[in-house]
């Protein structure tokens, strides 16, 4: 008896034991006998995919007020919307002003108004709604943003406006923004990542004294000189309306222009509405030059495993703005040398096919880092070239970044340009999965062109570069005289005069120099 239920279930065993049985699948007897899976299946409805008519599910809606306000929107389904006002206002305009107000007044953001008595109060009324705040003030750009739930618009609209038209700017919150621009000055100096520092030299010595050449941040001996007096005389003439605009990802057009009539349309601003006075329309005057600090690095980050002492120098040269032609091949030109870092984000290896990785970090085992970056303004641009190395090498380490400046007129491979196209399409496409971003990219354009270009335009702009492209902006960009910025020790740091004649020169080698002694 038992054999013949052993027969009549062979698997019963390997079950019992909790065993995974094996059954075979064959075409063999099947209604469709060996049809690929690239061919659809006779008899089977075709299948309809969701589409969107034309544009209009990634159109940004543009609305002008009658006080000159700019009203842009940006559809995106979800709960949560990002909402802010972007001004027309940063460092490149305190010509006539103590330097580092926009510093001081991304400090003093969100502090006590005219409706709410402290921060605290702010904070907690966007909590209601799930929402956080924040405020970045760049060379030309000072911006205002919240994120938060999408029923909480009307709040976070009218607190938005009395935040930027209304604060209070008492003298604890003026003393304690001293305090916080103090610490981060020191912070600044004492950083092992000299990046933000160099980034500053670099605008100081491309740009002397002027527009994007003035200092982003507050000096040391300014900052007791700036209080409500001169920050209300600022703010006067740079926070009007026409130079504002209310931009919003995730919510309706519609909803946030009526919530911008409410609370952006007649409000009075605290520092009164005298008549403004002639507003800085300064063009960026590029100048070139060199800006050198010499400085004790052998200490900036100690412990178990300390960073060596390096000597770090940026080289840059003009390029053109945001709003011209040639900043498209600009851009792919700062993809292909190794923008955003040679080890850039999205994947290990993504940074391994650039010229500063290939021809510089894999070739110069001595050389810590070499990074490109572009830096572009809605009238001038910069393109530089930031290396480290011990301080006994930093000759060699110019002329090999001289060097890499030739060769971008040379020859550029299919592939190469081919790669950096395609990586700076996906690295356009990825960074607008974000909402914050998106609506970064909707304020910044309207408040430039009062307009937007969808990333499809600018992936269509992209593609369409070429080799010849490329060849035509590096030689006009190689006509500028370089801006230099060096930190650390310097003792090796060849001559202004030797770097420009090496960037004039057909492969951008230093003039030779002759010792007698070393």
Request: with cysteine.
């Amino acid at each position: 008896m038992a054999a013949t239920v052993a027969r009549r279930c062979p698997w019963g065993p390997a079950r019992r034991l909790g065993l995974v049985a094996y059954r075979s699948y064959s075409s063999s007897g099947s209604s469709y006998p060996s049809i690929p899976l690239t061919t659809p299946l006779p008899g089977v409805p075709k299948p309809l995919f969701a589409t969107v008519d034309t544009q209009q599910g990634f159109e940004t809606k543009v609305t002008t007020l009658e006080n000159g306000l700019q009203v842009a929107s940006q559809n995106k389904f979800g709960q949560f919307c990002t909402v802010g006002i972007l001004i027309n206002s940063g460092s490149r305009y305190e010509t006539k002003y103590i330097g580092g107000i926009s510093h001081f007044l991304e400090k003093l953001a969100f502090s006590s108004t005219a409706q709410f008595g402290s921060k605290d109060e702010i904070l907690l009324t966007l909590e209601k709604h799930g929402g956080i705040c924040d405020c970045q003030a760049s060379r030309d750009t000072t911006m205002y943003a919240v994120s938060a739930d999408v029923k909480g618009l009307d709040t976070v609209v009218d607190l938005l406006a009395d935040v930027v038209l209304q604060p209070r700017l008492s003298d604890e919150e003026i003393e304690m923004t001293r305090m916080a621009v103090h610490f981060e000055l020191e912070d600044l100096n004492m950083r092992p990542d000299p990046e933000p520092l160099l980034t500053e030299m670099i605008h100081a010595a491309a740009y002397r004294e002027n527009t994007v050449g003035l200092n982003r941040f507050c000096l040391p001996e300014d900052i007791k000189r700036i209080d409500r007096e001169v920050l209300h005389s600022y703010l006067r003439n740079y926070y009007t309306p026409d130079r504002m605009v209310l931009a919003a990802v995730g919510v309706e057009h519609d909803r946030l222009v009526d919530c911008a009539r409410r609370y952006l349309l007649g409000t009075k601003p605290v520092w009164g509405s005298a008549a403004v006075k002639k507003v800085d329309k300064s063009v960026a005057q590029y100048t070139g030059g060199i800006l050198k600090l010499e400085k004790d690095m052998s200490n900036v980050s100690l412990g178990p495993t300390p960073i060596p002492e390096l000597t770090h120098i940026m080289i840059g040269l003009e390029t053109c703005s945001f709003l011209e032609e040639d900043f498209i091949p600009f851009a792919v030109l700062n993809m292909m040398m190794g923008g955003g870092g040679s080890f850039s984000a999205g994947g290990p290896g993504k940074g391994m096919f650039t010229r500063l990785y290939l021809n510089v970090l894999n070739r110069h085992h001595w050389m810590y880092n070499a990074t490109s970056y572009h830096h572009s303004y809605e009238d001038t641009g910069l393109l530089c070239i930031h290396a480290s190395a011990d301080p006994r090498q930093v000759r060699e380490m110019v002329e090999i970044i001289t060097r890499e400046f030739i060769l971008m007129a040379g020859a550029v491979g299919e592939v190469e340009l081919e790669r950096a196209k395609t990586q700076l399409q996906s690295m356009l496409m990825m960074n607008l999965e974000s909402r914050p971003v998106i609506f970064e990219d909707v304020g910044r354009q309207v408040l430039a062109t009062g307009t937007r270009k969808l990333p499809h335009e600018l992936c269509v702009l992209i593609g369409q570069v070429g080799t010849e492209d490329i060849k035509r902006v590096v030689t006009k960009m190689l006509h500028n005289k370089p801006a230099v910025a060096a930190l650390g020790d310097l003792t090796e740091l060849p001559s202004y005069e030797h770097i420009q004649a090496a960037l004039s020169s057909k492969d951008g080698r230093l003039p030779r120099v002759y010792r007698l002694f070393r």
